[in-house]
């Protein structure tokens, strides 16, 4: 059970300095706000593409084959990432990075929660993860990204024996007709995964062009992204422990605002805070989509764990697409179209009655 949570702790830091070094390889390159968003926003449908065959690669494969598969993906991506400096050669270096982190968590969820494993424990692991990936945003920026691209690629690849292990199940790939039903069946659940990823995809993507904008110190990159992550982290753990009606979604509603705010000032410390608040609303959030998700049955769980992840990758589609496209439309910052449309996202889906997500 413990490489089952060593491992998302692994590939979590590594996929939580994607997108940060990416923003920042794009912007010593020369390109702008839209090229970055158009970038990292549309690589995501290689994330859902990925998501969505985990359950037939595991039928298939097995479910350590399928993890090293997706390993060889993630690593072969960072290899080319250093080699590329247009906009398709990043774009098809960051989608195949992707297309292999669509693959591993949807098979590493499945894993844990057919061996008994809590929303706390498998949460917490993985967003310890991105906890050391925010707060090494800074001193990841200080070196050569090209060789910071091939030490990750390094680091996916000597991971490859943690994927080996002897569960072995039986898993039927799933029908058009069984995806159909399990998306209506879990409405809510797929709402909160695409209200979550939208809400991080804003500041994890535009946060680092903010910085550079204002002319604020670098040190703030880790500063703020790690806050965000920091109180995240510590809802997950405690999730459990907290008092069901503090964990609503219409609770999260007004923290999921706290971005908008960010775009407007200028001075650390309210970053900061507000940053401690956006997290503890995408907790909320996630939480009570992934409790929704592990409550499923054994079987039934491997699609709804490829779903979970399908819908968080078109939130991180989505918002920096749409973040990009009302920045030109209405001049407002991308990080304030994201924060809004996630807190619409978050209203909607408290509406949503207990008896739909059945």
């Given at each position: 059970?413990?490489?089952?949570y ?36 549309s690589s ?58 669509g ?9 844990v ?23 090494s ?25 943690l ?26 659940a797929?709402?909160l ?28 990159l880790?500063?703020?992204?790690f806050?965000?992550i ?25 923290l999921m ?32 989509a992934?409790?929704r998700?592990f ?6 769980v491997?699609?709804?764990?490829s ?13 920096p697409?749409?973040?990009?496209t009302?920045s ?20 909607a ?10």
């Amino acid at each position: 059970m413990k490489r089952l949570y060593v491992l998302p702790f692994a590939l979590s830091f590594l996929q939580g300095l994607l997108v940060p070094l990416v923003v920042l390889y794009m912007l010593k390159l020369g390109y702008g706000e839209a090229e970055i968003g158009i970038v990292t926003g549309s690589s995501s449908l290689l994330y859902i593409t990925g998501a969505l065959l985990s359950s037939f690669l595991v039928s298939k494969l097995g479910d350590s084959r399928t993890l090293s598969l997706s390993l060889s993906l993630i690593g072969a991506g960072y290899i080319a990432l250093p080699l590329s400096r247009t906009i398709p050669a990043i774009f098809s270096a960051v989608s195949l990075v992707l297309l292999g982190f669509g693959v591993f968590w949807p098979s590493i969820e499945n894993a844990v929660s057919s061996s008994g494993g809590q929303v706390s424990s498998f949460s917490f692991s993985w967003s310890s993860g991105s906890l050391l990936a925010m707060a090494s945003v800074y001193p990841a920026s200080l070196i050569e990204p090209k060789l910071a691209f091939l030490l990750f690629a390094a680091s996916s690849l000597l991971l490859t024996p943690l994927a080996r292990f002897g569960s072995v199940r039986n898993i039927k790939p799933a029908s058009i007709s069984g995806v159909l039903a399990s998306v209506r069946r879990a409405a809510l659940a797929w709402i909160l995964c695409i209200t979550y990823s939208t809400n991080s995809a804003g500041l994890i993507t535009f946060y680092p062009i903010l910085v550079e904008e204002k002319g604020m110190p670098p040190i703030m990159l880790s500063a703020t992204l790690f806050t965000m992550i920091f109180s995240r982290t510590t809802l997950f753990y405690l999730y459990e422990r907290i008092p069901v009606k503090l964990r609503r979604p219409d609770i999260a509603s007004p923290l999921m605002l706290a971005p908008v705010l960010i775009a407007y000032t200028r001075n650390p410390l309210s970053h900061i805070v507000l940053a401690l608040f956006s997290g503890l609303g995408q907790g909320i959030v996630y939480g009570n989509a992934l409790e929704r998700v592990f409550k499923r049955g054994v079987l039934e769980v491997h699609l709804y764990t490829s779903l979970f992840e399908s819908f968080i990758g078109a939130g991180y589609f989505f918002g920096p697409i749409v973040g990009v496209t009302f920045s030109k439309l209405i001049l407002v910052q991308p990080v304030v179209s994201t924060a809004f449309i996630s807190f619409l996202l978050t209203l909607a889906s408290s509406k949503l009655s207990p008896e739909e997500t059945r």
